[in-house]
């Protein structure tokens, strides 16, 4: 099983980016996938989810600036982040969990917001 982020990178207050997770060894489709961000010094936080179904859900701090997204013919989950702020700045992860209790977590990638 391997998941595999990308998009992460710089950008000024008010920018955006797309994160992007490729998922390869497991049935995509029957997951769900989670965006996950760790600040420095912090536990990982929840960022927002999709189910199986479509379903999605947002931490308070980025409802109404990012859009979580899955393309299952591609297997990948995406992250959009508009209007990106500084406290947004961490490693975000993506993570792929099933009913048969299954996790597995990407290695992450860095998005930097300044000022």
């Known amino acids: 099983v391997q998941l595999v982020e990308s998009g992460g990178g710089l950008v000024r207050t008010g920018g955006s980016l797309r994160l992007s997770c490729a998922a390869s060894?497991?049935?995509?489709?029957?997951?769900?996938m989670d965006w996950y961000r760790q600040h420095p010094g912090k536990q990982r936080e929840l960022v927002a989810f999709?189910?199986?179904?479509?379903?999605?859900n947002y931490a308070d701090s980025v409802k109404g600036r990012f859009t979580i997204s899955r393309d299952n013919a591609k297997n990948t989950v995406y992250l959009q982040m508009n209007s990106l702020k500084p406290e947004d700045t961490a490693v975000y992860y993506c993570k792929a969990r099933n009913r048969g209790g299954f996790e597995y977590w990407g290695q992450g990638t860095q998005v930097t917001v300044s000022s």
């Open positions: 999709i189910t199986s179904d479509f379903s999605t």
């Open positions: 060894g497991i049935i995509f489709s029957i997951n769900t």
